[in-house]
Nanobody, 115 residues
Framework: QVQLVETGGGLVEPGGSLRLSCAASGIMLKAYTMHWYRQGPGKQRELIAN???????YYDDSVKGRFTVSRDDVKNTMYLQMNSLKPEDTAVYYCNTVYKTQNLWGKGTLVTVSS
């Protein structure tokens, strides 16, 4: 069964850090362009970061310089290191890829940034 599972969310104070994980089964992440999306309360889901199969990454301006996407090909897991978190980063975070023309989503992990 092909699936993506996000973990690592939680409650963190402003200025804090979290690392999210996206573990894959049934597919090899290194063969695909992988995405991190997030959906804040009352907002549309937005793309915040990509990592391409060659390891090159892309970031939306809202997270550039604070978030880092990486991939462990042995563990078949993608990560999102989030530093200097702000209340506006509060959202459900999802990993995603296109697999055999289908959008493949995890169930998401909730990040809450609050004091």
């Amino acid at each position: 069964q092909v699936q993506l599972v996000e973990t690592g969310g939680g409650l963190v104070e402003p200025g804090g850090s979290l690392r999210l994980s996206c573990a894959a089964s049934g597919i090899m992440l290194k063969a695909y362009t992988m995405h991190w999306y997030r959906q804040g309360p009352g907002k549309q889901r937005e793309l915040i970061a990509n990592i391409f199969s060659d390891g090159v990454s892309y970031y939306d301006d809202s997270v550039k310089g604070r978030f880092t996407v990486s991939r462990d090909d042995v563990k078949n897991t993608m990560y999102l290191q989030m530093n200097s978190l702000k209340p506006e980063d509060t959202a459900v975070y999802y990993c995603n890829t296109v697999y055999k023309t289908q959008n493949l989503w995890g169930k998401g992990t909730l990040v809450t940034v609050s004091s």
